[in-house]
């Protein structure tokens, strides 16, 4: 898969996650809760996404482990879309209870 075509993937990913995140905010009847929803799940994706970039860096500086740059953007790219994926159920799971 070409690196253009995964950021495609991941955009069309977030922008999916972001409008559920928009209709679960407007739906919200409670704006106290809506941000709380919204603060809690961006705090579990961003903490997701810190600790992948940290494996990354690991990886990197690891002697015995050589990466190409093409294989670090990619693993780069793996968090990401794990970030975002953890935002989308965290705001779900969140929305539901």
Same mark, same amino acid.
């Given at each position: 898969? &070409?690196?253009?075509?995964?950021?495609?993937?991941?955009?069309?990913?977030?922008?999916l996650?972001m *409008?559920?995140?928009?209709?679960?905010?407007?739906?919200?009847? &409670? &704006?106290?809760?809506?941000?709380?929803?919204?603060?809690? *799940?961006?705090? /579990?994706a961003?903490?997701?996404?810190?600790?992948?970039?940290?494996?990354?860096?690991?990886?990197?500086?690891?002697? /015995?482990?050589?990466?190409?740059?093409?294989?670090? !953007?990619?693993?780069? %790219?793996? !968090?990401?879309?794990? !970030?975002?994926?953890? %935002?989308?159920? *965290?705001?779900?799971?969140? *929305?539901?209870?």
């Amino acid at each position: 898969m &070409d690196i253009g075509l995964a950021i495609i993937l991941l955009t069309y990913i977030l922008l999916l996650v972001m *409008s559920y995140q928009i209709m679960t905010l407007i739906n919200e009847k &409670d &704006d106290k809760r809506g941000c709380l929803i919204i603060n809690r *799940s961006y705090k /579990h994706a961003y903490s997701i996404l810190l600790f992948g970039i940290l494996i990354v860096y690991t990886l990197i500086k690891l002697p /015995h482990i050589n990466l190409e740059p093409q294989t670090i !953007s990619y693993l780069i %790219l793996a !968090s990401k879309f794990i !970030s975002v994926i953890t %935002l989308a159920v *965290s705001i779900f799971f969140l *929305s539901k209870k």
